[in-house]
């Protein structure tokens, strides 16, 4: 391989279908990992250049096996993109426990257990970056985001308390916390499709998103905020709540 080799979760749809292409435009290796074969397929035949796929659940045990797979036929992987997630846009009391524990699976637990296991390769080889993707609803929640706010929260923390623990170590760990996403991924989050309706103005397209990523890739930073208003909206949110309930809330609870 002369380009990264790049592992990808949730690559069968979405942002991690649309990063899978664009980091195989640029040169590098991608692995597209995904429950669904089916879906893994018709995203390959939109990629020419090489690239790998493999059937991978993130909530699955079996993955220790997969991984240890995966760095055997290839030697290593460079950087593993979390980006497998899933949501359920409901108020507290139409949430079950299920769809609750699902979510928090998925986006938290799914990347602690990819981590886990590609970590003390990292390690050996003295290189690496591990990429999670966020929300922007892990710092700014919304109504109909209990569920689904808490599992971002807390892959926020886990990823600020990898970085302190890899400080002194040549990998590099980054954070991203994007806004809404035109993707499949509505399709559960908002069956109604109230949600992207009433955002539609402020809906991202996936290609925006994966090309910031893309460029976090060439130029590690700790933490990328998509777009950077959200950055500023978190601030304000800290620096002046009233404010920001009274004026901005109504707004962002519009699901």
Same mark, same amino acid.
């Given at each position: 391989?002369?380009?990264?080799?790049?592992l990808?979760?949730g690559?069968?749809? /979405? &942002?991690g279908a649309?990063?899978?292409?664009q980091?195989?435009?640029?040169?590098?290796?991608?692995?597209?990992?995904?429950?669904?074969? @089916?879906k893994? #397929?018709?995203?390959?035949?939109?990629?020419p250049q090489?690239?790998q796929?493999?059937?991978?659940? %993130?909530? +699955?045990?079996?993955?220790? $096996?997969?991984?240890? @797979?995966?760095?055997?036929?290839n030697?290593?992987?460079?950087?593993?993109?979390? +980006?497998?997630?899933?949501?359920?846009? !409901?108020?507290?009391q139409n949430?079950?426990?299920?769809?609750?524990? #699902?979510?928090?699976? %998925?986006?938290?637990l799914?990347?602690? $257990?990819?981590?886990?296991?590609?970590l003390?390769?990292?390690?050996?080889?003295?290189?690496?970056?591990?990429? +999670?993707?966020?929300?922007?609803?892990?710092?700014?929640?919304?109504?109909? /985001?209990? /569920?689904?706010?808490?599992?971002?929260?807390?892959?926020?923390? *886990?990823?600020?308390a &990898?970085? #302190?623990?890899?400080?002194r170590?040549?990998?590099?760990?980054?954070?991203?916390?994007?806004?809404?996403?035109?993707?499949?991924?509505?399709?559960?989050?908002?069956?109604?499709?109230?949600?992207?309706e009433?955002l539609? /103005?402020w809906?991202l397209?996936?290609? !925006?998103?994966?090309?910031?990523?893309?460029?976090?890739?060439?130029?590690?930073?700790?933490?990328? *905020?998509?777009? $950077?208003?959200?950055?500023?909206?978190?601030?304000?949110? &800290? &620096?002046?709540?009233?404010?920001?309930?009274?004026?901005?809330?109504? *707004? %962002?609870? $519009?699901?």
């Amino acid at each position: 391989m002369t380009g990264r080799i790049i592992l990808i979760t949730g690559a069968g749809s /979405g &942002l991690g279908a649309e990063l899978a292409r664009q980091v195989a435009a640029s040169g590098d290796y991608p692995i597209l990992a995904g429950r669904s074969r @089916d879906k893994l #397929e018709t995203v390959s035949a939109t990629i020419p250049q090489p690239h790998q796929l493999v059937e991978l659940d %993130v909530t +699955n045990d079996g993955i220790t $096996r997969v991984l240890q @797979d995966l760095i055997k036929t290839n030697g290593r992987i460079d950087v593993l993109i979390n +980006n497998a997630g899933l949501g359920y846009f !409901q108020p507290l009391q139409n949430l079950s426990l299920q769809q609750i524990t #699902e979510m928090m699976d %998925v986006n938290y637990l799914g990347i602690v $257990r990819m981590t886990r296991l590609l970590l003390p390769q990292m390690l050996a080889q003295q290189s690496g970056h591990i990429i +999670n993707i966020a929300s922007a609803a892990g710092y700014v929640a919304t109504a109909k /985001g209990t /569920g689904y706010a808490a599992s971002k929260h807390a892959v926020i923390g *886990f990823t600020h308390a &990898l970085q #302190e623990e890899l400080r002194r170590q040549p990998i590099h760990v980054s954070l991203v916390n994007p806004g809404p996403i035109r993707t499949p991924f509505f399709k559960r989050a908002d069956p109604s499709g109230e949600y992207v309706e009433r955002l539609k /103005g402020w809906i991202l397209e996936p290609e !925006q998103v994966a090309k910031q990523v893309v460029r976090l890739i060439q130029q590690p930073k700790r933490e990328v *905020f998509i777009p $950077r208003a959200i950055r500023w909206g978190y601030i304000a949110m &800290l &620096l002046f709540p009233r404010l920001y309930h009274r004026l901005v809330a109504p *707004f %962002v609870n $519009r699901k």
